[in-house]
């Protein structure tokens, strides 16, 4: 009788903590897509800001100037650069 209830017991308490489980991850995975959509955003506006920048200087001026063309480099380089990482990282995912 005592082995019934605790194999009872057991059983509900496995059940309650899938269920616990489930909505835990349930969660998880909308904040990750919620995360990666935001990736993806953020890589479409660094794409469109670097086709804008291109577009901006499209006689090459800007980069030619010491001051603005330094700039100019390292916003080109930092666009560069996460738009690779993103890149890298999505073709990871998809693995």
């Known amino acids: 009788?005592?082995?019934e209830i605790l194999f009872i017991l057991?059983?509900?308490l496995s059940i309650s903590l899938n269920i616990f489980l489930f909505i835990a991850?349930?969660?998880?995975?909308?904040?990750?897509e919620g995360f990666e959509e935001k990736?993806?955003?953020?890589?479409?506006?660094?794409?469109?800001m670097?086709?804008?920048?291109?577009?901006?200087?499209?006689?090459?001026?800007f980069e030619?100037?010491?001051?603005v063309g330094s700039i100019f480099d390292q916003l080109h380089t930092l666009?560069?650069?996460?738009?690779?990482?993103?890149?890298?990282?999505?073709?990871?995912?998809?693995?």
């Open 1 to 3: 009788m005592i082995v």
């Open 10 to 12: 057991g059983f509900i």
């Open 25 to 32: 991850l349930r969660r998880a995975l909308s904040k990750i």
């Open 39 to 48: 990736i993806l955003q953020s890589n479409m506006m660094l794409h469109n």
């Open 50 to 61: 670097q086709s804008a920048m291109r577009e901006i200087d499209e006689r090459g001026m």
């Open 64 to 67: 030619k100037d010491d001051m």
């Open 79 to 95: 666009i560069k650069f996460y738009s690779k990482l993103i890149i890298t990282q999505n073709a990871e995912e998809k693995k």
